[in-house]
């Protein structure tokens, strides 16, 4: 990740963050998980075009679209942010 500001900002700007990317949710009852094995489909409340959310903790502070990483290895996922969530919708 670039970094951005100058080399003198708060401390508290190289602390990481933990961002967990939320794809989509499912419902399963338990006797369903149960019966899935290698191979098995678990589908979720979400198509494969729909934003995916990113949250830090359990505030969503952004949403973005899944693309491949150009600079990563071959298949590497990331994010493009499409919609930052301003502060006083974050939930």
Not at 38 to 60: A, K, N
Request: proline fraction near 11%.
């Amino acid at each position: 990740m670039p970094e951005d500001g100058p080399s003198h900002a708060s401390p508290f700007t190289q602390v990481p963050v933990e961002v967990t990317v939320c794809v989509g949710r499912a419902r399963p009852r338990v006797r369903d998980l149960l019966r899935l094995g290698p191979g098995g489909v678990l589908p979720l409340d979400r198509s494969v075009d729909d934003p995916v959310e990113l949250f830090v903790g359990d505030r969503l502070i952004a949403r973005g679209e899944l693309v491949e990483d150009d600079d990563g290895p071959p298949g590497q996922l990331a994010v493009r942010l499409t919609e930052i969530v301003a502060i006083e919708d974050r939930v």
